[in-house]
């Protein structure tokens, strides 16, 4: 599975952006992810849907101001974020996981897309 991420970009602090993620094939019986790496630091987990997308999971750093979704139809994952810190700057990256459900560990995922840089300004 290749898988695009796009949609970062500037914004200022307490803005808001939608990452999108776009699969060369359908993904629709796998987890998907996003992860993100700051400058200097290692790769973090931000969030994880299952399959069908009736189960997600967040980083406690972006509870209630972040939202993954997924339109299976579309092949395609989205990252809402909302109310952006300057420590959401980033480079975000999806994943596809070789289960069903996502997850907050780097280790099922087997696919990463290129990763598209968020940089929120304040």
């Known amino acids: 599975v290749q898988l695009q991420a796009s949609g970062g970009g500037l914004v200022q602090t307490g803005g808001s952006l939608r990452l999108s993620c776009a699969a060369s094939?359908?993904?629709?019986?796998?987890?998907m992810g996003w992860f993100r790496q700051a400058p200097g630091k290692e790769r973090d987990f931000v969030a994880a849907?299952?399959?069908?997308?009736?189960?997600?999971s967040y980083a406690d750093s972006v509870k209630g101001r972040f939202t993954i979704s997924r339109d299976r139809v579309k092949n395609t994952v989205y990252l809402q974020m909302t109310s952006l810190k300057a420590e959401d700057t980033a480079v975000y990256y999806c994943?596809?996981?070789?289960?069903?459900?996502?997850?907050?560990?780097?280790?099922?995922?087997?696919?990463w897309g290129q990763g598209t840089l968020v940089t929120v300004s304040s």
């Open positions: 994943a596809a996981s070789r289960y069903a459900y996502g997850s907050s560990q780097p280790g099922p995922y087997t696919n």
């Open positions: 094939r359908t993904f629709s019986n796998n987890g």
């Open positions: 849907i299952n399959w069908n997308g009736g189960s997600t």
